[in-house]
Protein backbone atom coordinates (compact mmCIF):
# COMPACT_ATOMS: atom_id res chain seq x y z
CA UNK A 1 0.00 0.00 0.00
CA UNK A 2 1.39 3.25 -0.52
CA UNK A 3 2.02 5.56 2.00
CA UNK A 4 -0.21 8.94 1.64
CA UNK A 5 -0.53 11.65 3.78
CA UNK A 6 -4.26 12.64 3.32
CA UNK A 7 -5.86 15.57 5.86
CA UNK A 8 -9.62 14.74 6.78
CA UNK A 9 -11.47 15.68 10.04
CA UNK A 10 -12.66 13.29 11.50
CA UNK A 11 -16.48 13.45 10.67
CA UNK A 12 -17.59 12.81 14.40
CA UNK A 13 -15.58 15.31 16.16
CA UNK A 14 -13.94 17.39 13.69
CA UNK A 15 -10.78 16.96 15.00
CA UNK A 16 -8.13 16.51 11.96
CA UNK A 17 -6.74 13.38 10.84
CA UNK A 18 -3.89 13.03 9.02
CA UNK A 19 -3.50 8.60 8.81
CA UNK A 20 -3.50 7.56 5.62
CA UNK A 21 -6.79 5.54 4.96
CA UNK A 22 -8.34 6.45 8.11
CA UNK A 23 -11.21 8.88 8.10
CA UNK A 24 -11.87 8.96 12.22
CA UNK A 25 -9.54 10.35 14.61
CA UNK A 26 -7.61 7.94 17.05
CA UNK A 27 -9.96 9.14 20.15
CA UNK A 28 -13.41 8.00 18.36
CA UNK A 29 -11.66 4.80 17.08
CA UNK A 30 -10.69 4.24 20.47
CA UNK A 31 -13.83 5.10 21.72
CA UNK A 32 -15.64 2.56 19.23
CA UNK A 33 -13.22 -0.52 19.69
CA UNK A 34 -13.97 0.08 23.38
CA UNK A 35 -17.23 -0.70 22.93
CA UNK A 36 -16.89 -4.07 20.84
CA UNK A 37 -13.38 -5.03 22.69
CA UNK A 38 -13.00 -7.37 25.68
CA UNK A 39 -12.06 -5.37 28.22
CA UNK A 40 -10.40 -7.56 30.05
CA UNK A 41 -8.61 -9.09 26.49
CA UNK A 42 -8.51 -7.20 23.96
CA UNK A 43 -6.42 -9.17 22.02
CA UNK A 44 -9.30 -11.43 21.76
CA UNK A 45 -11.69 -12.75 19.12
CA UNK A 46 -14.59 -10.31 18.76
CA UNK A 47 -17.93 -10.78 18.82
CA UNK A 48 -20.63 -8.42 19.74
CA UNK A 49 -24.80 -8.21 18.93
CA UNK A 50 -25.86 -5.27 17.73
CA UNK A 51 -29.60 -3.81 17.40
CA UNK A 52 -29.91 -3.68 13.70
CA UNK A 53 -30.65 0.59 14.14
CA UNK A 54 -28.03 1.07 16.08
CA UNK A 55 -25.73 -0.96 14.34
CA UNK A 56 -26.97 1.19 11.09
CA UNK A 57 -25.55 4.31 12.90
CA UNK A 58 -22.13 3.09 13.43
CA UNK A 59 -21.27 0.33 11.40
CA UNK A 60 -18.82 2.44 9.63
CA UNK A 61 -16.73 3.53 12.29
CA UNK A 62 -16.71 0.17 14.53
CA UNK A 63 -15.68 -1.72 11.27
CA UNK A 64 -12.69 0.92 10.73
CA UNK A 65 -12.03 0.56 14.32
CA UNK A 66 -11.81 -3.03 14.66
CA UNK A 67 -9.53 -3.19 11.55
CA UNK A 68 -7.31 -0.37 12.80
CA UNK A 69 -6.31 -1.71 16.32
CA UNK A 70 -6.87 -5.06 15.40
CA UNK A 71 -5.51 -5.54 11.80
CA UNK A 72 -8.44 -7.85 11.39
CA UNK A 73 -11.61 -8.08 9.10
CA UNK A 74 -14.85 -7.53 10.84
CA UNK A 75 -17.76 -9.61 9.28
CA UNK A 76 -21.24 -9.08 10.46
CA UNK A 77 -24.32 -11.11 9.94
CA UNK A 78 -28.06 -10.72 10.64
CA UNK A 79 -29.55 -13.34 12.99
CA UNK A 80 -33.00 -13.71 14.67
CA UNK A 81 -33.22 -14.17 18.39
CA UNK A 82 -35.82 -14.51 21.15
CA UNK A 83 -35.17 -10.59 20.83
CA UNK A 84 -35.77 -9.97 17.61
CA UNK A 85 -33.01 -9.68 14.95
CA UNK A 86 -29.54 -8.82 15.63
CA UNK A 87 -26.41 -7.71 13.81
CA UNK A 88 -23.55 -10.49 15.02
CA UNK A 89 -20.37 -8.59 14.32
CA UNK A 90 -17.26 -10.87 14.35
CA UNK A 91 -13.24 -10.50 14.27
CA UNK A 92 -10.62 -13.03 13.89
CA UNK A 93 -9.09 -10.28 17.31
CA UNK A 94 -5.15 -8.71 16.94
CA UNK A 95 -4.04 -12.43 18.72
CA UNK A 96 -5.22 -14.47 15.71
CA UNK A 97 -4.79 -11.71 12.93
CA UNK A 98 -1.35 -10.84 11.13
CA UNK A 99 -0.60 -8.14 13.91
CA UNK A 100 -1.14 -11.16 16.70
CA UNK A 101 1.91 -11.67 18.56
CA UNK A 102 0.42 -14.54 21.18
ZN1 LIG B 1 -12.94 12.07 16.13
Do not use: Q
Not at 15 to 22: F, H, R
Not at 31 to 42: E, H, S
Not at 55 to 62: E, F, M, Q, V
Not at 72 to 100: F, H
Amino acid sequence: MKKTTNKTNCPLCGKTVEMAGIIHCHDCLKKCFDIVADPKDWKAPICVMFEPSAWAKTSGIIADAIEFFTATKASCSMVETPYGYRVVVEADGYRNGPAGDF
